[in-house]
């Protein structure tokens, strides 16, 4: 249901693009957003947009990263720049999904993408 692609491994202060789609029987997806988690840690949120465009950031990342949309594919971007060693990281993405002939917004995770940032 839901897809994510765009890691790798990036020297310090570079960039990265990451994508995130939805298929399947949808009938409206709504928030859809970013989270990260390294070993031995829980996930943290690093961004989220909703279907209306209005973002959220962690605030490590303000003015670094930049999410959006992409409302007719379904899919979502996370534009990362200045990236950082400790921002090594597994990213993981998740939507919001109303399927086709349901009423509820369940939240569907995408597998996560490796992001290594070496100083």
């Known amino acids: 249901q839901v897809q994510a692609c765009g890691g790798g491994s990036v020297q310090a202060g570079g960039s990265l693009r990451l994508s995130c789609t939805a298929s399947?029987?949808?009938?409206?997806?709504?928030?859809m957003g970013w989270y990260r988690q390294t070993p031995g840690n829980q996930r943290e949120l690093v961004a989220l947009i909703s279907s209306g465009g209005s973002t959220q950031y962690e605030d490590s990342v303000k003015g670094r990263f930049t999410i959006s949309r992409d409302n007719a594919e379904n899919t979502m971007y996370l534009q990362m720049n200045g990236l950082e060693p400790e921002e090594t990281a597994v990213y993981f993405c998740?939507?919001?999904?109303?399927?086709?002939?349901?009423?509820?917004?369940?939240?569907?995770w995408g597998k996560g993408t490796q992001v290594t940032v070496s100083s």
């Open positions: 399947g029987r949808i009938f409206a997806v709504n928030d």
């Open positions: 998740y939507a919001g999904i109303i399927l086709s002939g349901t009423h509820n917004d369940v939240k569907y």
